[in-house]
């Protein structure tokens, strides 16, 4: 028999696109032979999954998972919207989001972590790949911490608690963690959700995309005939509405509407230190297809 080394395991990895797992007991189960390793990859239906790995994978699922003062959130995609109905797919993307919560936002030593299956987050996925038909990938994740506190989540339209397509942490700093804490946390989530603010605070706002809108604003007043004189005051005002559209702390809270959130974090004790949204899909592009070619790639048609 021959010797099972990694540089063996990767050859077969790089040849049939398993993971590294199946790899490695493929070449046991061949005495180290490759081209027998292949072929049982083959029976297993686990060397399929290279063959769709150029496909565009744009739905999926966010998960989210909590633990006392963090969260983490991930967005784990698939070629289609059926999968993310796939139980099997939930808790794959589930106890992804679990890992992240212990190891962090490395996307290397989370695909390297083992789940409960045996098998690594990496070759779990390689596995699904196989079993159910289509590409997938663990595009994101997100980790929120504070030292004391909240990091409460919010998840619009979930399919299961904590499972959906838009997801949202917040971090709250407060000297203790309280239901009232929580239950505002998971208010600004749905006010995010709902809001898309790009950025926390004014002094965390891209400024390429703030000279961008300064520039814009110019051009207007000056089409409109203003004065110079004038024109610098008018886009100061303008730039502050700006602030209150992008801005989550200077935007006016949707479950009142007319307060600002900086005022409702204010009042609460608590300091707002960050937040994170995902969109499943967000910034792919998407094929298009219709309905009906959807649901035939579904069926293997």
């Not at 397509?165 to 000297?175: D, M």
């Not at 002094?203 to 005939?225: I, T």
Request: charged share 25%.
């Amino acid at each position: 028999m021959a010797e099972i080394t990694a540089a063996l395991v990767r050859e077969l990895r790089e040849k049939t696109g398993a993971g590294m797992m199946d790899c490695k007991k493929a070449l046991t189960e061949a005495a180290g032979d490759m081209e027998a390793a292949i072929d049982w990859l083959r029976t297993k239906g686990l060397s399929q999954a290279a063959k769709k790995s150029g496909r565009v994978t744009a739905e999926g699922l966010i998960a989210v998972a909590s633990a006392p003062n963090k969260a983490a959130m991930v967005e784990v995609n698939a070629e289609t919207d059926f999968v993310g109905r796939n139980e099997h797919f939930q808790a794959f993307a589930e106890a992804v989001a679990h890992v992240a919560l212990e190891v962090g936002e490395n996307l290397d030593a989370i695909k390297a972590a083992t789940l409960a299956s045996g098998r690594t987050v990496e070759a779990e996925l390689t596995h699904l790949i196989a079993t159910i038909g289509e590409n997938m990938s663990l595009r994101r994740v997100r980790v929120l911490t504070v030292p004391s506190g909240t990091v409460a989540s919010y998840v619009h339209s979930a399919l299961r608690p904590g499972i959906g397509k838009i997801g949202v942490l917040v971090a709250l700093e407060a000297p203790n963690e309280t239901d009232a804490l929580v239950g505002l946390g998971r208010q600004i989530g749905m006010h995010v959700a709902a809001t898309r603010p790009a950025a926390l605070e004014v002094a965390s706002v891209d400024p390429q995309s703030l000279e961008r809108e300064r520039a814009v604003l110019v051009e207007q007043a000056r089409e409109s005939g203003k004065p110079e004189a004038i024109i610098d005051k008018m886009v100061e005002g303008r730039i502050r509405k700006f602030y209150e559209e992008v801005v989550l702390l200077e935007q006016i809270w949707v479950h009142d509407g007319e307060s600002r959130v900086a005022k409702i974090v204010e009042k609460a004790g608590a300091k707002l230190v960050a937040f994170e949204r995902y969109q499943l899909g967000e910034g792919i592009e998407k094929e298009e297809n219709d309905f009906a070619a959807e649901v035939a790639k579904a069926a293997g048609q």
